[in-house]
Every structure is written in structure tokens, then in C-alpha cells.
């Protein structure tokens, strides 16, 4: 089981509410197109001597696939990403699908939080 957090002012204090495991260092893939709008609230808060980076993924469902999979995994390895990292996925659902997958397969498997930005 896992939690659900709703809210529409989440992101804005989600270090907080949240409360992320230990982890060594936070890795946030955030939709291009919606990367502006976001950025700032995602760092907002974080502990100073938690390493966050934020990786733009232009991403759309025809993108969506192991060619960007693998990408991201080269990503994640070249920036010092290792099992103790925790990966945030904030975007639509192809995003959400594709993050979910890297982190579930990134060195066996890293934990990881879904922030959808939209809803059916």
C-alpha cells in the first residue's frame, strides 16, 4: 500500500507534507511543456544538502518507449544517480508511465512519487 495526497497546493509544500525516504539525491522529470510553471515550487523547500536536479523530458505518446527510456537511464547514471535516489515524475500520463517505468527498472528498481498534472 501506499499513500494518496490530494491537493491543489501540494507541489508548493510537498517537501514538507510528503516527507520524502531518506534518499541521497531527488532526480525530478518534469514535462517540457509545463517545466516552467513548475520548477519553482518543486525546489521550493528542498533541504539544503539534498542534491535535486530537474530533467526536462519532451514526451508525448508517440515518444513514449525504450529509446527514451534508455536516455533517461543514461541521464540518471551520468548525473550520479544511484539505489538510494528517488525519482519524481510530474506530468501527464505519458510521462507518469514512462517515469514510473525508468524508476521501477533504473539499477533494480528506485522509489519514485507520481505528481499527475492531469486527470480523466
Keep these: 500500500t501506499y499513500p494518496i495526497v490530494v491537493g491543489s497546493t501540494l507541489l508548493d509544500r510537498w ?4 516527507q520524502p525516504p531518506k534518499v541521497t ?33 519532451a514526451i ?8 527514451l527510456c534508455g536516455e533517461l537511464w543514461s541521464t540518471l547514471a551520468e548525473h550520479g544517480f544511484d539505489r538510494h535516489s528517488l525519482i519524481l515524475n510530474v506530468g501527464g ?21 507520481q505528481v499527475p498534472t492531469t486527470l480523466l
Excluded at 517537501?15 to 510528503?18: F, G, K, M
Excluded at 522529470?29 to 544538502?49: H, K
Design 15 to 18: 517537501w514538507s507534507e510528503l
Design 25 to 57: 539525491k531527488v532526480g525530478i522529470f518534469v514535462d517540457r511543456r509545463i517545466e516552467e510553471r513548475f520548477s519553482a515550487p518543486l525546489l521550493a523547500g528542498a533541504p539544503a544538502e539534498l542534491p535535486v536536479k530537474i530533467f526536462p523530458v
Design 60 to 67: 508525448d505518446e508517440d515518444r513514449k518507449g525504450i529509446e
Design 93 to 113: 500520463g505519458a510521462l507518469g508511465d514512462l517515469g514510473g517505468f525508468v524508476a521501477s527498472t533504473f539499477m533494480r528498481g528506485v522509489p519514485f512519487i
